[in-house]
C-alpha cells in the first residue's frame, strides 16, 4: 500500500494534515516532527510522496529536503515563507512543489496535487529533442511527477517510437531539429492521432508569434516558450494530460455500458461497421451471438435489483475473460448481450459459444456466507451472412435465441 510522510513540527497542523489525506485519498500517512524521527521512518518504510517542513528544530535550514531529495523519494515543500526568491531557490532542487501553509485550500491543493500525481503514473510521456541535456532535463522533471518517460533526438525516432509503443500520451518536442523539426511532427502525429487519443506540447526559445499560432493550428495542445519555470511547466504539463483524461472518460461513458463498463448498443454497431469495412476485401468469417440470461426476473424478484445487477455484471466478466481482446463484447440492455467473434469458422464458434454457457454454468455469485447464487444462459448464434445487413444478420441470431429459450433455454443454437 503506498504510504506518504509528513515531517512537520508543527504537531496540530501536521495532524490535520494527516487525518484530510487519509480520509480523502485512502492512503497510510506517517508524521514524524523532527529531521530524526523522519530518518527513522524512511530507514523502514518506502514512500510514495513526502511532505517537507523548511523548518523544524533539528533541521532549521532545509536539511531535510537535501537528506530527502539524495535518497531519491519525491517531495513537495511546505513552508510559510512567501519570500519569492527563497521560493524560488528552494525550487531550484529536485522537488515537485512549494506550498505555503496558510489554510484549508492548501491542504486541499496538495490533496488534488497527489491525485494527480497517482494518476501520472499510468501515462507514457516522449520527449523529442535534439539537445541531450534538455533531453535529460526534462526527463528527470517529468519522471519527478511519475510519468514514465521515453526521449529521442528528432522527429523521424519519435515517429518510429509512436508506432512501438503506441499507448504515449504526451509528446514533449522541441521546434527546431534535424531531419524533421518539431512543426512538421505535430502535422504528421495529427494525421493518425486525435487530440482526443494524444496531447502534443511545443517546448521552444523562438520569439516568432506566427510559429506558436502554426503550432496550435496543426493540432499541438499547448506552446511552452523557452525558459520557462519549473512550476509552469509542471502546471502545463498535467493540466494537458488532464484535459487528455477529461475527454477520454467523456469519451467512455458515451460508448460504454455505465453498469458493466463493456460496449454500448450504439457503439457495439460503431465497431461492428469498421471491422466489416476493413475486412471487405478478406474472405474473412465471423460469428455473432445474442445471449440472454434466463429466468433473469426471478433473480431481481428474489434477491433484488441490486443483486440481479451483480448477476449482470459476473457475466459480463465471463464474457471478457472468455474471448479474445479483438472480439466484440457488449451489453444491449437489461440481461441481453452480445458478442462478436472474430476471423473464426462455425466449429471453432461453436465451441467458444459451449464453453461461454458451460463457464456461467459452472460459476455461483457468493451472496452471503451459506447462500450462492447460480444462473444460466441462452445463447442464440450465426455465422455472418455477407449478403444480408448487420441489422438482419442480428435479427437471425435473436431468432436462434428465441429458439433456445423454447427449447428449454441453458444451451446454445448456432446457425452456420
Same mark, same amino acid.
Given at each position: 500500500?503506498?504510504?506518504?510522510?509528513?515531517?512537520?513540527?508543527?504537531?496540530?497542523?501536521?495532524?490535520?494534515?494527516?487525518?484530510?489525506?487519509?480520509?480523502?485519498?485512502?492512503?497510510?500517512?506517517?508524521?514524524?516532527?523532527?529531521?530524526?524521527?523522519?530518518?527513522?521512518?524512511?530507514?523502514?518504510?518506502?514512500?510514495?510522496?513526502?511532505?517537507?517542513?523548511?523548518?523544524?528544530?533539528?533541521?532549521?535550514?532545509?536539511?531535510?529536503? &537535501?537528506?530527502?531529495?539524495?535518497?531519491?523519494?519525491?517531495?513537495?515543500?511546505?513552508? $510559510?515563507?512567501?519570500?519569492?526568491?527563497?521560493?524560488?531557490?528552494?525550487?531550484?532542487?529536485?522537488?515537485?512543489?512549494?506550498?505555503?501553509?496558510?489554510?484549508?485550500?492548501?491542504?486541499?491543493?496538495?490533496?488534488?496535487?497527489?491525485?494527480?500525481?497517482?494518476?501520472?503514473?499510468?501515462?507514457?510521456?516522449?520527449?523529442?529533442?535534439?539537445?541531450?541535456?534538455?533531453?535529460?532535463?526534462?526527463?528527470?522533471?517529468?519522471?519527478?511527477?511519475?510519468?514514465?518517460?521515453?526521449?529521442?533526438?528528432?522527429?523521424?525516432?519519435?515517429?518510429?517510437?509512436?508506432?512501438?509503443?503506441?499507448?504515449?500520451?504526451?509528446?514533449?518536442?522541441?521546434?527546431?531539429?534535424?531531419?524533421?523539426?518539431?512543426?512538421?511532427?505535430?502535422?504528421?502525429?495529427?494525421?493518425?492521432?486525435?487530440?482526443?487519443?494524444?496531447?502534443?506540447?511545443?517546448?521552444?526559445?523562438?520569439?516568432?508569434?506566427?510559429?506558436?499560432?502554426?503550432?496550435?493550428?496543426?493540432?499541438?495542445?499547448?506552446?511552452?516558450?523557452?525558459?520557462?519555470?519549473?512550476?509552469?511547466?509542471?502546471?502545463?504539463?498535467?493540466?494537458?494530460?488532464?484535459?487528455?483524461?477529461?475527454?477520454?472518460?467523456?469519451?467512455?461513458?458515451?460508448?460504454?455500458?455505465?453498469?458493466? $463498463?463493456?460496449?454500448?448498443?450504439?457503439?457495439?454497431?460503431?465497431?461492428?461497421?469498421?471491422?466489416?469495412?476493413?475486412?471487405?476485401?478478406?474472405?474473412?468469417?465471423?460469428?455473432?451471438?445474442?445471449?440472454?440470461?434466463?429466468?433473469?426476473?426471478?433473480?431481481?424478484?428474489?434477491?433484488?435489483?441490486?443483486?440481479? &445487477?451483480?448477476?449482470?455484471?459476473?457475466?459480463?466478466?465471463?464474457?471478457?475473460?472468455?474471448?479474445?481482446?479483438?472480439?466484440?463484447?457488449?451489453?444491449?440492455?437489461?440481461?441481453?448481450?452480445?458478442?462478436?467473434?472474430?476471423?473464426?469458422?462455425?466449429?471453432?464458434?461453436?465451441?467458444?459459444? &459451449?464453453?461461454?454457457?458451460?463457464?456461467?454454468?459452472?460459476?455461483?455469485?457468493?451472496?452471503?456466507?451459506?447462500?450462492?447464487?447460480?444462473?444460466?444462459?441462452?445463447?442464440?448464434?450465426?455465422?455472418?451472412?455477407?449478403?444480408?445487413?448487420?441489422?438482419?444478420?442480428?435479427?437471425?441470431?435473436?431468432?436462434?435465441?428465441?429458439?433456445?429459450?423454447?427449447?428449454?433455454?441453458?444451451?446454445?443454437?448456432?446457425?452456420?
Amino acid at each position: 500500500m503506498s504510504k506518504i510522510l509528513i515531517v512537520e513540527d508543527n504537531k496540530t497542523l501536521a495532524k490535520l494534515i494527516a487525518k484530510k489525506l487519509e480520509s480523502s485519498l485512502g492512503l497510510s500517512v506517517d508524521v514524524a516532527y523532527t529531521m530524526a524521527e523522519a530518518k527513522l521512518f524512511i530507514a523502514r518504510y518506502s514512500y510514495f510522496i513526502t511532505l517537507l517542513d523548511i523548518n523544524l528544530p533539528d533541521a532549521p535550514n532545509g536539511e531535510i529536503i &537535501d537528506y530527502v531529495t539524495q535518497k531519491k523519494i519525491h517531495a513537495i515543500v511546505l513552508s $510559510g515563507n512567501i519570500d519569492k526568491s527563497f521560493r524560488k531557490q528552494i525550487l531550484k532542487k529536485n522537488v515537485i512543489d512549494y506550498v505555503n501553509k496558510s489554510g484549508v485550500d492548501d491542504i486541499n491543493y496538495i490533496i488534488h496535487t497527489i491525485q494527480r500525481l497517482q494518476r501520472n503514473r499510468n501515462h507514457k510521456v516522449l520527449v523529442v529533442d535534439d539537445a541531450r541535456v534538455f533531453r535529460h532535463t526534462m526527463q528527470v522533471m517529468l519522471e519527478n511527477l511519475f510519468f514514465k518517460v521515453i526521449t529521442v533526438a528528432h522527429g523521424e525516432e519519435a515517429i518510429g517510437m509512436l508506432k512501438a509503443q503506441p499507448d504515449i500520451s504526451l509528446v514533449l518536442t522541441d521546434y527546431n531539429m534535424p531531419v524533421m523539426d518539431g512543426l512538421e511532427l505535430t502535422r504528421e502525429i495529427r494525421k493518425t492521432y486525435s487530440k482526443s487519443e494524444l496531447c502534443i506540447v511545443a517546448l521552444s526559445g523562438n520569439e516568432d508569434e506566427e510559429i506558436t499560432a502554426l503550432f496550435l493550428k496543426h493540432g499541438a495542445n499547448d506552446y511552452v516558450k523557452k525558459p520557462f519555470s519549473k512550476e509552469e511547466f509542471s502546471c502545463r504539463i498535467n493540466n494537458s494530460i488532464e484535459a487528455l483524461e477529461n475527454i477520454q472518460m467523456i469519451t467512455n461513458y458515451a460508448n460504454r455500458d455505465f453498469l458493466t $463498463g463493456l460496449l454500448n448498443r450504439r457503439h457495439f454497431f460503431t465497431e461492428l461497421h469498421e471491422y466489416i469495412d476493413n475486412i471487405s476485401e478478406s474472405a474473412e468469417q465471423f460469428a455473432i451471438g445474442m445471449i440472454d440470461i434466463d429466468h433473469f426476473k426471478k433473480v431481481n424478484d428474489t434477491y433484488g435489483h441490486d443483486v440481479g &445487477d451483480k448477476i449482470i455484471v459476473s457475466l459480463a466478466n465471463i464474457l471478457k475473460s472468455s474471448t479474445s481482446p479483438y472480439d466484440i463484447v457488449a451489453r444491449f440492455g437489461g440481461e441481453e448481450f452480445c458478442v462478436v467473434l472474430k476471423n473464426i469458422n462455425s466449429y471453432s464458434a461453436q465451441e467458444i459459444f &459451449d464453453r461461454i454457457k458451460d463457464d456461467v454454468e459452472k460459476f455461483s455469485y457468493q451472496l452471503k456466507e451459506n447462500i450462492s447464487i447460480k444462473f444460466t444462459i441462452s445463447i442464440g448464434a450465426v455465422l455472418f451472412n455477407e449478403e444480408e445487413s448487420v441489422e438482419e444478420n442480428i435479427n437471425e441470431a435473436d431468432m436462434m435465441l428465441y429458439k433456445a429459450k423454447n427449447n428449454g433455454r441453458n444451451q446454445v443454437v448456432f446457425e452456420a
